[in-house]
């Protein structure tokens, strides 16, 4: 069974109301219980679990400390390309938008590799927007050839393939996936989505699973908050990250929160999120998910991002540009949207530091999947 | 002298320490330091092994501790081979604890991968000291084929639990002709302490001395415990009972 079989047994109104119809014994008893389930996960994404946060987040962070220790995984993302056929109405990338179009070359790409490899950066995320034709599977599996030797971890957030293509992208050196459904909502999703390949909500939805079929080790799930009501969005997150982990149980999921960020185009968000539902929201997944590596991006502010450290964040992006060629070059004006931390690699990992958090910048070996060492 | 004996190499102590989840580098070394540990395990995935400068393995002094390099994070026998190869290669002794570890919930060991991975590195030349579940059959296997140990798990990986698998793990002693090291699961001295009353030749512990705000404190604390239950194993533990045995025998009066 996918998981759009799975989805497709709730109707996202009921569980709406099923969630606002928790009270606050449902909530404690979600907090006792030992191992979560979707009727748990409802009760801790309700709004009787706002009066529980304190509790939520002190058990968020024993169990954080418990399976991960006290340690922060830095990461950066590397924006190849920022061509795109796609219409997503909240994306600076939108093929709409009137800004600097551009693929690196193979050369440009080592070189803002190398930047971020002098920075301390050893696991590494490459980004595009989706313009199959133009940046195909062989040039991004070219990238991560190009690249192998400077990083011990390679991930990718691009257009969705199929099978096949993942398998090429682990042969390559790739060993994470990162994809956000942006809504779980159909609705929502066709009304966000109103041309390009990213249209097919279906295909979208099954993404992870292909790539777990294809063998890749960590896979990433988020949807974009602001656009559905966070909620029903956090509860259906959830449902796939153990949908995830139940049929491709070799794969660790790691789950990230992208709250909508000022973008090229002006969208505001629908619903948006409060620092507060957002806080609610983390808590409710690490709890739901103990193993599950939960990632925030240079999206949020310095302020909020520090303050979030003990609450179950195991990952965080530093230092990050998202226009293609911005590292070495030092120019932005191509950017998918505007970060808020704005601090250097090192000064977050300092201040991971003084939180008395270890700053960790390998956790991965490129040698697991590299066939042609030691073989 | 009641030394562990690992492949012919003496250790005066029983417990053996992991590095991960430590908050720094200096708590790490003070965990080491307070359970007077000499294996330290490292993952080879967190460490850049053929870098001396590396900023985890530049504060491991190698003259005092024995490096024992790990795989976790391989998903089968031929991932954790390469990783054991890559070690050696980088200039470590030839000592390998073998994490074959699929599952990447908990940790769980493959016995499948974990034997091929075995019996290759054994070929190789390696010290092998497998990281296995409680499987008495599973460990007769391992032994067999030469590795050095065998590792079963108290409970899973980072969960504090504690000897949850001691049916299983009093055969594995029972049986065993190489060391056994009760590896993962052991929160508390008492745990540990509980292990070596069992008969376990040594504990491996990391999570308990890593979440703790005092590493050095809760290292030596485990020192104490391993060293208690392996001197209570030695004196001779009484035998345990169900219930009380009546001071007035009931056959008492048979008295030729």
Redesign the interface.
């Known amino acids: 069974m996918s998981f759009l079989d799975e989805i497709g047994k709730y109707d996202p109104q009921q569980v709406l109301a099923a969630i606002e119809a928790k009270t606050a014994s449902d909530v404690e008893r979600a907090l006792n219980a030992e191992r979560l389930g979707a009727e748990e996960l409802q009760a801790l994404l309700s709004p009787a679990a706002a009066a529980f946060l304190e509790p939520m987040a002190a058990r968020a962070h024993r169990v954080t400390?418990?399976?991960?220790?006290?340690?922060i995984l830095l990461y950066a993302p590397l924006y190849v390309s920022n061509l795109c056929t796609n219409g997503c109405r909240y994306c600076g990338f939108a093929a709409g938008n009137k800004m600097p179009r551009r693929t690196l070359t193979l050369d440009e790409v080592e070189r803002e590799a190398q930047v971020l490899h002098d920075q301390g950066f050893r696991h590494i995320l490459l980004v595009t927007g989706e313009a199959q034709g133009k940046v195909t599977n062989d040039y991004l599996a070219d990238c991560a050839r190009r690249i192998r030797h400077l990083f011990?971890s390679i991930s990718i957030e691009v257009w969705p393939m199929q099978t096949d293509g993942y398998r090429q992208m682990v042969e390559a050196g790739v060993d994470g996936l990162t994809i956000y459904q942006e809504t779980y909502d159909r609705e929502l999703y066709a009304e966000m989505h109103p041309y390009g390949n990213k249209r097919d909500y279906d295909f979208r939805l099954l993404t992870p699973e292909r790539g777990g079929a294809a063998g890749i080790?960590r896979i990433g799930l988020g949807f974009l908050l602001g656009l559905g009501q966070f909620r029903v969005e956090a509860f259906f997150l959830g449902l796939h990250a153990l949908h995830m982990?139940r049929h491709y149980?070799?794969?660790?999921v790691s789950v990230s929160f992208p709250r909508i960020r000022p973008a090229d185009g002006g969208f505001a968000p629908l619903h948006p999120v409060s620092d507060r539902n957002f806080v609610q929201l983390i808590c409710a997944l690490r709890l739901l998910l103990p193993?599950a590596g939960l990632v925030l991006s240079t999206r949020e502010s310095a302020v909020l991002r520090d303050n979030l450290l003990p609450l179950g964040i195991t990952q965080m992006s530093a230092g990050s540009c998202t226009a293609p060629g911005g590292y070495a070059e030092k120019d932005d004006s191509g950017r998918q949207f505007a970060i808020d931390d704005d601090r250097t690699p090192e000064e977050v990992a300092r201040v991971i530091?003084a939180h008395?958090?270890?700053a960790?910048w390998?956790?991965?070996?490129s040698?697991?999947?590299?066939k042609t060492?030691?073989? | 002298m009641d030394d562990l004996i690992i492949a012919g190499r003496r250790f005066n102590s029983r417990l053996m320490v992991g590095t991960g989840k430590f908050s720094s580098n200096a708590a790490m070394v003070d965990a080491m330091e307070g359970s007077g540990c000499q294996i330290v395990t490292v993952a080879l995935r967190r460490v850049d092994i053929d870098n001396p400068a590396d900023s985890l393995l530049a504060h491991i002094d190698r003259e005092k501790y024995l490096l024992l390099p790990n795989t976790s994070g391989a998903r089968d026998a031929i991932e954790a081979v390469r990783l054991a190869r890559l070690a050696r290669a980088a200039g470590c002794e030839p000592w390998i604890k073998l994490e074959v570890t699929p599952d990447p919930y908990y940790l769980l060991p493959d016995p499948i991968e974990t034997f091929k991975a075995a019996e290759i590195l054994v070929k190789e030349g390696f010290i092998v000291l497998p990281y296995i579940n409680a499987d008495p059959v599973l460990a007769k296997r391992l032994q067999e084929i030469g590795t050095a140990t065998v590792m079963p798990l108290g409970a899973p990986i980072g969960t504090n639990k504690g000897v949850r698998t001691r049916e299983s793990i009093a055969i594995i002693i029972e049986q065993a002709i190489v060391p056994v090291v009760v590896d993962a699961g052991l929160g508390a001295p008492s745990h540990a302490a509980f292990a070596m009353e069992m008969g376990a030749d040594a504990v491996l512990v990391n999570t308990a001395l890593a979440v703790t705000p005092n590493p050095r404190g809760m290292a030596a604390a485990f020192k104490k415990g391993v060293e208690a239950g392996r001197e209570a194993f030695l004196a001779g533990l009484g035998e345990r009972r169900d219930r009380a045995e009546a001071s007035s025998p009931l056959t008492g009066f048979l008295r030729d």
Not at chain 1, 65 to 71: A, C, E, I, K, M
Not at chain 1, 249 to 252: A, Q, V
Not at chain 1, 367 to 370: E, H, Q, R, T, V
């Open positions: 400390l418990q399976r991960f220790g006290n340690n011990s080790r982990s149980w070799r794969t660790l193993d530091r008395g958090y270890e960790v390998k956790d991965w070996d040698a697991f999947l590299d060492v030691h073989a």
